[in-house]
């Protein structure tokens, strides 16, 4: 009898032994799918999000050194 043979084995006496039991953890396995599915997504929207403002803000540089050089041309 191989590992997985006898897990499948152990899984099933537990879900006639313990049915609610088996029945709660499923249900806990399950919404812990969907919560890990929910962080992925929002990890990846972070990780958009972040270059977006790393991007806006490389803008600001750029738009600070354009006016710090319009001024000097103003002032001369």
């Known amino acids: 009898m191989g590992m997985l ?3 499948t ?3 099933q006496q537990e ?6 039991t088996y029945t709660i953890l499923q249900s806990m396995n399950h919404e812990h799918k969907i919560t ?5 997504e929002n990890g990846v929207k972070l990780d958009r999000l972040e270059e ?10 750029i738009l600070k ?9 103003v002032s001369t």
């Open 52 to 61: 977006r403002v790393t991007k806006i803000e490389d803008d600001v540089t």
């Open 36 to 40: 890990r599915s929910y962080v992925i």
């Open 9 to 11: 084995e152990k899984v």
């Open 5 to 7: 043979d006898m897990l």
């Open 65 to 73: 050194a354009d006016v710090h050089e319009l001024k000097q041309d």
């Open 15 to 20: 879900q006639e032994s313990l049915p609610a």
